[in-house]
T-cell receptor, first 116, second 109 residues
């Protein structure tokens, strides 16, 4: 199946700093990517839908100025957590929809963010 | 997308079949049933999907009832590495998988 990568796999940062997470589709083009967040022992929660060349669509309750999403190319979307705080510590997962394959969606391995 | 209901947890002996049920009574005619699993601290992994007919691939089989209100994922010979949370999702026009709580499957020796 298609491969989606995320970088970094884990990051520890100080409170108040910004962290950028990259999501790449390695062998297919993805016009749409999705960002999820998962807290311990909970399910994945959709944060936003990232569309190549346009603004992201955020789910209710997700602050767009805090979670900046850029989808500059058909293979790369980035999520920047600005002014991170300990409550932003979570597992962030991206997924990409395969442009050439109806309704197929592939997930990245996730990024573990710890804010001290 | 259809609302799905799954048991919170199940367990299975290694080598035996694991049968994971899912209720999706509100599923509409054009919504597929998708199954993903998530091994601890990893991203979700696609397993299988279907619309009306039963499906089988190298990982699992999917049995969908004739009225499409429920389905069962079958892992024919479960191994310890199949221990994971399994998510059943009804996915239609929005194409965006929204995850419920899933079923935590524990495969024991």
């Amino acid at each position: 199946g298609a491969v989606v990568s995320q970088h970094p796999s884990r990051v520890i940062c100080k409170s108040g700093t910004s962290v950028k997470i990259e999501c790449r589709s390695l062998d297919f083009q993805a016009t749409t990517m999705f960002w999820y967040r998962q807290f311990p022992k909970q399910s994945l929660m959709l944060m936003a839908t990232s569309n190549e060349g346009s603004k992201a669509t955020y789910e209710q309750g997700v602050e767009k100025d805090k979670f900046l999403i850029n989808h500059a190319s058909l293979t790369l979307s980035t999520l920047t957590v600005t002014s991170a705080h300990p409550e932003d510590s979570s597992f962030y997962i991206c997924s990409a929809r395969n442009f050439g394959s109806y309704n197929e969606q592939f997930f990245g391995p996730g990024t573990r963010l710890t804010v001290l | 997308d259809a609302k799905t209901t799954q048991p919170p947890s199940m367990d299975c002996a290694e080598g035996r079949a694991a049968n994971l049920p899912c209720n999706h009574s509100t599923i509409s005619g054009n919504e597929y049933v998708y199954w993903y699993r998530q091994i601890h601290s990893q991203g979700p992994q696609y397993i299988i999907h279907g619309l009306k007919n039963n499906e089988t691939n190298e990982m699992a089989s999917l049995i969908i009832t004739e009225d499409r209100k429920s389905s069962t994922l079958i892992l024919p010979h479960a191994t310890l590495r199949d221990t994971a949370v399994y998510y059943c999702i009804g996915k239609g026009g929005s194409y965006i998988p929204t995850f419920g709580r899933g079923t935590s499957l524990i495969v024991h020796p």
